[in-house]
């Protein structure tokens, strides 16, 4: 290996061990709302300063920085535009990532990474060590903090659900179940998409509580039918199509594999369950699910991403047989599954 080599490997690695930075930088830039400001036009910094009540020479250098990677651009007059890379940073723009990068940028994310070691010397959850309580719980206790994570959090699945309607096809669908639904926010993209289906949505019992107003609004609560429950303990009957979207790998495979079998009951011979889950492809090919997957060993206790053999083992272990690996344009796949 030449010098020239050694010394683009260094900085190829460098770049990566300050990924940090670039990722608080995005932050501040998120939650400042920069983006927005630049719908119109291209802005000096000391407007950007003025409109979000910043300090001008500070703020310049953190637009400068993300300019270098092409996250905004400095004209030669010293104004700040928006560029392809910072278009998702914007509030409105489709498939909008603002939230998320406020999310990652909270201090509920990176001070769990404070304790990424103590995860891998013992495959405990770092986010309990340092907060001192499963991010479940912490969540329910932090209502500010809880309303970033699902901001952030629906702001992907928006995208996500999207890209599941255009994959997969459910005309003949008649009665759907969503276990652990949510909001509902695939329910309606679902039943937009086939008027003569009605939906099922499960949740906890102070979940459902928003997730009816949210479906009122849009326009679907007469096609819905609301259920709380507990998915450990059983789920309702009688669906043709059953979903978990992001479920399982919030679980360790027993737990998991409780949720399946609790799924598989209700279930009958004819019906279907889809997975919508990230899966973990083979080979060293870049993958943001491997990366995702370190996010579910920091923060939960047992979660994890899995490949498709995992996922055909534990649905195996539970009782289903799964059909195949329907991928979609998002970071999500479709895992369709029948009873054995």
Same mark, same amino acid.
């Given at each position: 290996?030449?010098?020239? #080599?050694?010394?683009?490997?260094?900085?190829?690695?460098?770049?990566?061990?300050?990924?940090?930075?670039?990722? #608080?930088?995005?932050?501040?830039?998120?939650?400042?709302?920069?983006?927005?400001?630049?719908?119109?036009?291209?802005?000096?910094?000391?407007?950007?300063?003025?409109?979000? #009540? *910043?300090?001008?020479?500070?703020?310049?250098?953190?637009?400068?920085?993300?300019?270098?990677?092409?996250?905004?651009?400095?004209?030669?007059?010293?104004?700040?535009?928006?560029?392809?890379? @910072?278009?998702?940073?914007?509030?409105?723009?489709?498939?909008?990532?603002?939230?998320?990068?406020?999310?990652?940028?909270?201090?509920?994310?990176?001070?769990?990474?404070?304790?990424?070691?103590?995860?891998?010397?013992?495959?405990?959850?770092?986010?309990?060590?340092?907060?001192?309580? $499963?991010?479940?719980?912490?969540?329910?206790?932090?209502?500010?903090?809880?309303?970033?994570?699902?901001?952030?959090?629906?702001?992907?699945?928006?995208?996500?659900?999207?890209?599941?309607?255009?994959?997969?096809?459910?005309?003949? *669908?008649? *009665?759907?179940?969503?276990?652990?639904?949510?909001?509902?926010?695939?329910?309606?993209?679902?039943? #937009?998409?086939? $008027?003569?289906?009605?939906?099922?949505?499960?949740?906890?019992?102070?979940?459902?509580?928003?997730?009816?107003?949210?479906?009122?609004?849009?326009?679907?609560? @007469?096609?819905?039918?609301?259920?709380?429950?507990?998915?450990?303990?059983?789920?309702?009957?009688?669906?043709?199509?059953?979903?978990?979207?992001?479920?399982?790998?919030?679980?360790?495979?027993?737990?998991?594999?409780?949720?399946?079998?609790?799924?598989?009951?209700?279930?009958?011979?004819? @019906?279907?369950?889809?997975?919508?889950?990230?899966?973990?492809?083979?080979?060293?090919?870049?993958?943001?699910?491997?990366?995702?997957?370190?996010?579910?060993?920091?923060?939960?206790?047992?979660?994890?991403?899995?490949?498709?053999?995992?996922?055909?083992?534990?649905?195996?272990?539970?009782?289903?047989?799964?059909?195949?690996?329907?991928?979609?344009?998002?970071?999500?796949?479709?895992?369709?599954?029948?009873?054995?």
């Amino acid at each position: 290996m030449t010098n020239v #080599q050694v010394g683009s490997s260094r900085m190829a690695l460098l770049h990566m061990m300050t990924g940090c930075w670039v990722s #608080q930088a995005l932050y501040v830039a998120a939650k400042l709302g920069v983006a927005d400001l630049l719908r119109e036009g291209p802005q000096s910094c000391t407007m950007l300063a003025a409109a979000t #009540q *910043t300090h001008a020479g500070a703020l310049y250098r953190v637009l400068r920085a993300l300019a270098s990677l092409n996250i905004f651009s400095e004209g030669k007059d010293g104004h700040f535009s928006l560029t392809p890379l @910072a278009e998702p940073l914007r509030t409105d723009a489709p498939g909008s990532l603002r939230a998320f990068a406020i999310m990652l940028g909270e201090q509920e994310h990176w001070r769990a990474w404070e304790g990424a070691l103590h995860s891998v010397k013992t495959g405990e959850p770092a986010f309990e060590q340092v907060f001192g309580m $499963p991010h479940f719980r912490y969540f329910a206790e932090h209502p500010e903090a809880a309303r970033i994570f699902d901001d952030a959090m629906t702001s992907r699945s928006s995208q996500e659900n999207e890209a599941v309607v255009a994959a997969y096809e459910f005309a003949d *669908t008649r *009665t759907v179940v969503d276990v652990g639904g949510g909001q509902g926010t695939l329910m309606a993209s679902i039943l #937009q998409v086939q $008027p003569n289906a009605r939906g099922v949505l499960f949740d906890l019992p102070h979940v459902i509580a928003t997730s009816r107003t949210r479906m009122a609004s849009a326009g679907y609560a @007469a096609r819905c039918e609301f259920v709380a429950g507990d998915f450990f303990a059983s789920v309702p009957g009688g669906g043709d199509l059953y979903l978990l979207k992001k479920i399982i790998h919030d679980w360790d495979d027993e737990r998991a594999r409780l949720i399946l079998a609790n799924i598989r009951k209700a279930m009958s011979s004819t @019906a279907r369950l889809l997975l919508i889950e990230p899966v973990i492809p083979p080979g060293n090919d870049p993958s943001f699910n491997k990366l995702l997957d370190l996010l579910m060993l920091i923060w939960t206790s047992g979660g994890r991403e899995r490949t498709e053999s995992e996922h055909r083992a534990l649905l195996a272990s539970a009782g289903l047989n799964l059909n195949h690996v329907i991928p979609t344009r998002s970071g999500v796949s479709i895992i369709e599954a029948v009873s054995i």
